[in-house]
């Protein structure tokens, strides 16, 4: 992402809410608040304070999966066409919008085909803005009867740079447009850009979320807990050696070959199965959605149904599963 002057200045600008945004706590509180820029000076408590803001409780990887199969595999879509290309910054340019909108156009069709032909459920995270620009989108996904559709907020906004109230608005009015255009409202909540504010996990157990899928403590599914207690959500962690955005880009420096991508994602699976747990892949559709790239996704799939034994599942599916393996319901 570029780092203009203009962005250097309001980064700046804003050090000091986002100290107080980093350490959880009220404006009229910020002068208690430890330095920011001094954690070996902080006491126990706030340090462990902040740790357990949101933190895995109890595993709920099941003995087995639906069917008695040995693995899980979770494959999803985070749908961002133009949002992470200008309107989430406000930086507006042609040619960016233009990839973006080869997502909904070309990428996503050639996916849900894939999807579809090799009769592999999956889900697909939206951006309210993406859906809206192109809400065509929703019933290439729903034809099949075999995806799900979650939410991934509002214009792919920094949430962790947002007070509580209107990161709240901004995932109401999510999913109620996601709603009005695909007739049921979401279920599952993937932050954007896979991170929560001290807000975001209180947010997530208002709005009744069945499951959470932006986090990192675990290859498993997990119970989430805030502040050392347990809320009830189901964790489905991501990470992000299992995303094809950070690899497929050409113009950075962690570009590789789609083939090589394959590997590392085989691998995965490979240990997933070994260990009899669950796999969850994130991509998005103006990544993997291009000609070369796909050919990573289909040759990945061929290789999980050769092995056998494995249940491919909607994140839904998966989250309601490992709830009722768990006595969750």
């Known amino acids: ?91 507006i340019s042609i040619g960016p919008l233009s990839q973006g909108q080869y997502g909904a156009r070309v990428a996503l069709p050639r996916i849900v085909k894939l999807m579809d032909a090799e009769k592999v459920p999956a889900t697909f995270f939206f951006p309210a803005w993406s859906l809206k620009l192109a809400p065509e989108q929703a019933d ?9 559709i979650g939410v991934h907020g ?20 999510a999913m109620d447009e996601i709603e009005n255009i695909t007739g049921r409202r979401p279920v599952g909540y993937r932050a954007p850009s896979w991170n929560h504010s001290p807000n975001t996990l209180r947010i997530v157990r208002d709005m009744g979320f069945l499951y959470e899928s932006s986090l990192m403590h675990d290859d498993r599914p997990y119970e989430l807990l805030q502040d050392g207690e347990a809320t009830g959500v189901v ?70 149904q050769a092995k056998g034994d494995v249940w491919f599942g909607t994140h839904e599916a998966a989250a309601r599963y490992v709830r009722e393996q768990a006595g969750m319901d």
């Open 1 to 91: 992402m570029k780092f203009n002057i203009s962005a250097r200045r309001a980064a700046v600008a804003a050090l000091p809410a986002l100290a107080i945004a980093f350490c959880g706590l009220p404006a009229a509180l910020a002068q208690s608040v430890p330095d920011p820029a001094q954690p070996w000076n902080w006491s126990e408590e706030f340090v462990r304070s902040q740790v357990n803001q949101v933190r895995a409780g109890r595993n709920l990887n099941p003995d087995s999966w639906p069917g008695g199969a040995r693995v899980a595999v979770l494959l999803s879509f985070d749908v961002d066409n133009e949002t992470v290309q200008g309107l989430r910054t406000g930086e």
């Open 235 to 304: 964790e489905l962690p991501v990470e992000w050696i299992l995303d094809d955005a950070p690899l497929f880009n050409p113009l950075g420096n962690r570009y590789m070959n789609p083939r090589d991508v394959m590997q590392v994602w085989t691998d995965e699976f490979d240990k997933a199965w070994e260990e009899g747990t669950m796999f969850l892949l994130t991509m998005h559709p103006h990544v993997s959605g291009h000609r070369s790239r796909i050919i990573a996704l289909e040759g990945l799939i061929d290789h999980i």
């Open 140 to 148: 290439i996904i729903n034809n099949s009867g075999l995806h799900e």
């Open 154 to 173: 509002w214009i792919h906004e920094l949430n962790t740079s947002l007070d509580a109230a209107t990161e709240a608005r901004l995932l109401r009015q």
